[in-house]
């Protein structure tokens, strides 16, 4: 008969429940993650979304694209009462606009897990400095209630998310075959997660590629974020 002291275990950890997410805001310099309201920004989020030119922002989410507005709002009238997903709206401090939207999900309070999902950036947000703060808000925010572990996944063929993943900081953990059918199709899932003993590395990896020092009058970031992360690990 084993010992149970031959059994290697994990280590003791703290047991305590983390809070479940809740209807918040949060203010950063370019962008506010804000409770979404259908009222207040779905006209803007689907104004910025229809059209077959921007049918890509929809291949690897769950639902979408819409034929008009009453079907997307049939969708995210729905959506908007959950509590996981935890619907939040991106508006943009400069236009007052909803430009995007993300989700807090599979949350595990027991486990002090999260994930953030269901990403839509409308071009308004891509490749925008506020697209980068809206996820140092919630990555901040998940850790600030207690999570010790941050996911992120996606469809495995979706290069710009597995890219995304990689700049903000999450380390890649594999991927899941045939983990889901979505919209009639396969869809390997790629894992990745960032865990609480790397955000103060990531978070100051952020916090540096924030700050207006970074910034050319243009705009313009002078250091990447991965080599502003990468430097706070050395």
């Known amino acids: 008969m084993t010992s149970p002291d031959a059994c290697p275990v994990g280590v003791v950890v703290d047991t305590t429940l983390a809070p479940r997410p809740q209807r918040v805001t949060l203010e950063g310099r370019f962008v506010s ?3 979404f309201d259908l009222a207040a920004h779905g006209r803007d989020i689907h104004e910025r979304s229809v059209g077959s ?27 908007a009462k959950k509590d996981d997903p935890l619907l939040f709206t991106i508006l943009d ?5 909803a430009v995007g939207h993300a989700t ?14 269901n990403i839509l950036y409308t071009p308004a947000l891509q490749r925008t400095a506020g697209a980068t703060e809206a996820m140092y808000l919630m ?6 209630l207690g999570y010790r572990r941050y996911e992120w996944k996606c469809n495995d063929l979706n290069a710009p998310s597995r890219r995304a ?5 999450f380390t890649y953990e594999g991927t899941f075959r045939q ?7 396969n869809r390997d899932t790629a894992w990745f997660a960032m ?40």
């Open 33 to 35: 993650i804000v409770p």
């Open 53 to 79: 030119a921007n049918d890509g922002l929809w291949a690897y989410l769950g639902h979408g694209p819409f034929a008009d507005f009453e079907s997307f709002s049939a969708h995210y009238a729905e959506a």
């Open 93 to 97: 401090r400069a236009t007052g606009k």
């Open 104 to 117: 807090y999900m599979r949350i595990a309070p027991q486990d002090r897990t999260i994930e953030v999902g």
């Open 139 to 144: 990555a901040r925010h998940a850790f600030e």
């Open 165 to 169: 993943a990689a700049r903000y900081g």
């Open 179 to 185: 983990h889901m059918i979505v919209k009639g199709r």
């Open 195 to 234: 865990l609480d003993s790397d955000w103060p590395r990531v978070k100051a990896g952020f916090e540096a590629w924030l700050d207006p020092a970074n910034f050319d009058a243009e705009g313009r970031q002078k250091r990447s974020l991965g080599a502003l992360t990468a430097e706070t690990a050395r």
